[in-house]
T-cell receptor
Framework: DAKTTQPPSMDCAEGRAANLPCNHSTISGNEYVYWYRQIHSQGPQYIIHGLKNNETNEMASLIITEDRKSSTLILPHATLRDTAVYYCIVSLSGNTPLVFGKGTRLSVIA | DTAVSQTPKYLVTQMGNDKSIKCEQNLGHDTMYWYKQDSKKFLKIMFSYNNKELIINETVPNRFSPKSPDKAHLNLHINSLELGDSAVYFC???????????????????FGPGTRLTVL
């Protein structure tokens, strides 16, 4: 079973920041937080991952709380193409099979 | 260039038939996976495989078997298809697992476009 809890859905206005929360209160010290997304009818796509520190790449930012029990994925300027299901996954490494939860369905609205 | 490709994209077949889905990755990865996404959109791991180890999700029926002719391919064979096998099947790959270093970002899994299997 997934070790994460996410809201089932969220809306975001186009051009605004989308902040997607995730709770992972049982995360262990050597587990990473990974974010993937699945755009309709496509395979999941990696977004970002982190262990303790906040991370940023060209797609998004990941903010992990100091106690590591929760995190937030930030899409700084959401576009219509960011409409997708976003999955927060806790894993020892990205090479172990991913355990997907139900994710958050993000709808970006024009 | 497609990193992870699957064929066919759609597969419609009758109950009881045997079918295969092919997966190829051109990323030079050592670990490949098969995931199943059912009608409720839950994604679950079926197999992970590298040249050293096959790990099978214990809930997968033995009618399903992965076959790897070489490092770049992991095909999925399904015998005696049942109605409940209807789903979208995704192949994925990643850099070699237990030797990869997440801190260096080597562990991203790349997914194929999926194969929608419909059993009638």
């Amino acid at each position: 079973d997934a070790k994460t809890t996410q809201p089932p859905s969220m809306d975001c206005a186009e051009g605004r920041a989308a902040n997607l929360p995730c709770n992972h209160s049982t995360i262990s010290g050597n587990e990473y937080v990974y974010w993937y997304r699945q755009i309709h009818s496509q395979g999941p796509q990696y977004i970002i991952h982190g262990l303790k520190n906040n991370e940023t790449n060209e797609m998004a930012s990941l903010i992990i709380t100091e106690d590591r029990k929760s995190s937030t994925l930030i899409l700084p300027h959401a576009t219509l193409r960011d409409t997708a299901v976003y999955y927060c996954i806790v894993s020892l490494s990205g090479n172990t099979p991913l355990v997907f939860g139900k994710g958050t369905r993000l709808s970006v609205i024009a | 260039d497609t990193a992870v490709s699957q064929t066919p994209k759609y597969l419609v077949t009758q109950m009881g038939n045997d079918k295969s889905i092919k997966c190829e990755q051109n990323l030079g990865h050592d670990t490949m996976y098969w995931y199943k996404q059912d009608s409720k959109k839950f994604l679950k791991i079926m197999f992970s495989y590298n040249n050293k180890e096959l790990i099978i999700n214990e809930t997968v029926p033995n009618r399903f078997s992965p076959k790897s002719p070489d490092k770049a391919h992991l095909n999925l064979h399904i015998n005696s298809l049942e109605l409940g096998d209807s789903a979208v099947y995704f192949c994925a790959s990643s850099q070699d697992g237990f030797w990869g270093d997440p801190a260096r970002g080597y562990n991203e899994q790349f997914f194929g476009p999926g194969t929608r299997l419909t059993v009638l």
